[in-house]
């Protein structure tokens, strides 16, 4: 029976996790009857609503039951638990099943979306998995019949890395399993156990087994299942005795790895990105969903590339085969994942287009067996008469010979009864139920380690029990009480732990790392119920005291992440030093809050490379950094920030920075790298395919920031400035003028400063860029084979300028001077100069790098030689508000911008007298001159003038009003740079606390300068202006009473 179907595609709202509520998240999506409308957090406005056949809402209207469910928290709740999404999407299955369909459900979503949760569960609280495996079970119960058996059979692989691990196999396998081809049924994997089950329980015993072997993976890396595929098939055959008739179906169930957010500035390329197997089975399957949602759509595809991963092959028969389909896309409703949200939910549209072709398999055994039989016999002949040619006999017959053998075996199995199998499988049963009985035992009886992975799903699976006496942990077990860990940087003999009297202690072997609680142990420590141990780089543990010392505490709560954060805080990282914690309930920076969950992902990930790189004898050392601390745009405002990896080579002294996601793709290959290397396999590859090789580039070393604003009065202005690094720390002091000149580049006069800018509209504006030298490289100083050079953006010009390279010294002169001219003055362009700053890049060159890409495009140059700049007016993002990192700062910005509206004050009134000093000096003309009077300019042209012909004086006064204004333009440069030095300025170690007191009193004196700096400024200028003022009155007074 054929039936053509498309894949069926549901879709489940999850509850806000812990780091969404911190961030105080928003719900961004609504779910009404299979309809999702997901908006963009930025604008409610743009929405976009899709249709699937199912849709859940997980989110809201749930309590949790004594026994640890999730459930409706009353008869209006819409909240749907995990009875209800058995109820629609496991019964599906098993319907499907009872009849002889295959059938298949994928969970597909972004990392911690709820894939594991949907399908497995977590606890009491069980997923499709188990309740469609036990109603499977309880449904044979009632439909027994004499004449029919029920065979069910249990098998569990993993894909990481492009590799098939069987995790029901207790052997080990190098390199994993085979896939391999069968002309007729497809692909399928070479070996894998599949054990014949009785019962719902041994189903449940065989799952905990295999995430046991899962969350200790053989690479000694931290496994998580976000990285990585998991496929539970369960073959339901239903034989009919009387009529030799079999009806099967395979029931695939499966954990996709998380569909992770590579978000990146994209600034960067990897040039082994594309090779690698990061996600190569989730691209993959995005691009076989694309190929049949094209094909189901009716256009025309060459290819569907099933067979460029592990995980596609494996899935032929479901996508676009003969299998009944259906996937569950789990999503996260909060505002801080909108991307990823909004993607999975159109993966998840494409899906549903796909067109199956599910066939009941229903076969007669006896002509199974004919059919095997006459195909072997057809084999047999084959290789005989190649073997009669005598011609490459070995390659030719090499495949045919697999298959024979395989349909030999194939054959075997038909042959052998279910009760034999059974006998077999039951052996291993009571060595199992040993075993777990054994464990539940000493659960009783003693304390014990109990293993904590980054993914949830697979903690506490491991328990390492305590006994009395002395235990030896390390990865040798050759000790007469022994816990083996084979983790990253464990010893043979790494700690030992003493239980004695019911105390339990802990102490070091030698240089061991060993910490507690966060806290690195030197010595000897007692162990309490509930701490938190970590062995070696990354074997993370909680320590379970003795019963009568457990409460009905929840052990979840101390997961990865509080491991993380724990180890994080201790050494100086913690929420406070990003500025994070909620003041006057101020809602937490999702984008900051994202940073600290990156930090403490990654920071395990920096310390397992950088044991594989010292087993491996690479000589590099990687360590974490956030980006950004320091870092700011044009406006001064905080750009976003994000964890980068700094490469050191130990030996050359290079350096290279790598991007989270460059990271974690180079992680990725050095781990498959590794197990080649624990496999004792040849691991030697060209530079090319080298995880850790990259070509020697340039590196970003900071930043500094010159005010435009003076440019607007055509103030010239002389700095020393300093570059700060993205951990807000002075790299270089360097020094340069910003200096408004002639077309031919005379610098312009003090009596041509001006009061109002508005006087440049529509004039030609021309300044230099003279970049003089920069002091005191530490770059330099840490090694003097390097050199530097200077990159900057004049206004929105979209190529960048750079000074040439200077290698070698420590205090580098430039002596670089560039011309801008701007042809006509702007509006738009007034207000970009009066708020942004020159953004200068310091770079830091090693030998052997590759020279800076040098703009390309065409750069337009006047006659004299100037480059010529079209300000363009930008775009600016709404949501460019400065947030201040607490409230003394927020004041003092305050305290700034008001006291911008008062110069805007002051220039009010100096327009105003401009307007009188026209009057003036036309009475003045009128009054002076003969009947031959030149003709009357206004007093704006003369200024024109003024700016043409040098020299021409402007009234006194208005001299005096610049050269004010100059002094204050000077000072307030110094101003900002101090508001931004605040900002950034990060507090130490708060354990430390006599540098803590060192900072609180440098912070207390920057304040207070940066105040006084501030007041004195505004006072200069006011009694300046009042002088000014003054002045003017009296000569007025003066010309008037002469009258
Ligand atoms: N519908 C839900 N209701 C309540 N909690 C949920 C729900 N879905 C997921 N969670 C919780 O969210 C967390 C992450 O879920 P889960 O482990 O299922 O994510 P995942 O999609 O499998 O992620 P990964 O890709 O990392 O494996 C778990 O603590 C889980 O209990
Ligand atoms: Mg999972």
Known sequence: MLSADSVKVAVRVRAFNQTEKDAGSCCIISEASNNITIWDPRNRNNTKTFTFDLSYWSHSGFVKNEEGILIPDGPTSRYADQRRMFGDLGQGVLNNAWKGYNATLLAYGQTGSGKSYTMVGYG????????????????????????????????????????????????????????????????????????????YEQIEQLMKEGNKKRSTASTNINATSSRSHMIITIRFKQVFLKEHLTKQSDINLVDLAGSERQKSSGSEADHLREGTAINLSLTTL??????????????????????????????????????????????????ICYEETLATLRYAERTKNIQNKAVINENPTERLLQVLKAENARLRSKITKITNTGQRVEEETKELRRSLAENELQMAEILTTWEQRLEVARKEWEQQYLTVTQEQHMIQLFPYLSNVNADPQLSAFVKHFIQDGETVVGQSGSFPQAIVIKGFGITDK?????????????????????????????????????????????????????????????????????????????????????????????????SVLA???????????????????????????????????????????????????????????????WSRAKFVNRKFIMEDMYQHFVDGENISVDRESDPFWDPIEAVHLGTAYVWLQSLNYCIALEEHVEFHNSQGIEEAILQMNLVPCTTTGQPLGEDEILIDPTELLD??????????????????????????????????????????????????????????????????????????????DLWGLQEGCAEMASSSGDIEITDEGSIVIDYVSPQLPSSSRVEMGNDQLSELSVKLSKLEQEIELLRDVNRTLSKENVTLKGTLQRM?????????????????????????????????FAKALKTFYQSMNRVRSQLLGLRRHRPPDEDDVEMLRIYLDKQTQVIKDFGDCLESCTNTLKNDVSLIVKKKRERTLCSSMTK
């Open 763 to 840: 004039q030609r504006l021309d300044f230099q860029v003279q970049i003089i030298q920069c002091l005191g490289i530490k770059w330099l100083k840490q090694n003097s084979k390097r050199g530097i050079q200077i990159w900057y953006r004049v206004l929105n010009h979209p190529y960048p300028f750079h000074t040439q390279p200077v290698w070698n010294t420590v205090n580098a002169r430039i002596d670089q001077v560039l011309q801008f001219t701007v042809k006509s003055v702007s509006q738009e362009l007034l207000n970009y100069l009066q708020n942004h700053a020159l953004v200068l």
């Open 124 to 199: 009491r609280d069980r997923g499709i998995i188990p309740l469609t495996c036990e109603e499977l079970f309880k449904a044979i119960k009632q439909n027994q019949e004499h004449d029919k058996q029920y065979q069910i059979y249990f098998s569990m692989l993993e894909i990481y890395n492009e590799r098939v691990i069987d995790l029901l196999s207790k052997n080990k396998q190098p390199g994993g399993l085979k896939v391999r081809e069968n002309p007729q049924t497809g692909f399928y994997v070479e070996n894998l156990k599949s054990v014949p089950c009785e019962s």
């Open 595 to 657: 940073v600290f969950h990156d930090y403490i992902r990654v920071k395990p990930m920096v310390a397992e490379v950088n044991q594989i790189s010292e087993e491996l004898n690479k000589n590099l050392l990687f360590e974490l950094e956030v980006k950004n601390l320091a870092l700011a745009d044009s406006r001064g405002h905080d750009l976003i920030k994000e964890v980068t990896v700094k490469v050191t080579n130990k030996v050359t002294h290079q350096v290279w920075v």
């Open 286 to 335: 995005g691009n076989v969903i694309s190929a049949l949602a094209e094909i189901a759509m009716g256009r025309k595809v060459l290819h569907v590339p099933y067979r460029n991963s592990t995980l596609t092959k494996l899935l032929q028969s479901a996508l676009g085969g003969n299998s009944k389909t259906m996937m569950i896309a789990t999503v996260s409703p909060a505002d």
């Open 928 to 960: 002076t001159s003969d009947a031959s009077r030149p003709e009357e300019k206004s007093f704006h042209q003369m200024n024109i003038q003024a700016f043409g012909c040098r020299g021409t004086p402007k009234a006194s006064y208005e001299v005096e």
């Open 494 to 590: 790494h700690a030992t732990i003493t239980n004695r009297d019911s105390k339990v202690t802990l102490e070091p072997h030698g240089q061991a790392k060993v910490t507690l609680n966060g806290v690195l142990v030197l010595t000897k420590v007692q162990l309490r119920h509930l701490d938190r141990v970590i062995l070696g780089s990354n074997s993370t543990y909680l320590y379970v005291g003795y019963p009568c010392e457990h409460n009905s505490e929840d052990l979840t709560k101390y997961d990865y992440d509080f491991f993380q954060s724990e180890l994080a805080a201790v050494e100086g990282f913690d929420r406070d030093a990003l500025g994070l914690t909620c003041r006057n309930n101020r809602k937490v920076d999702p």
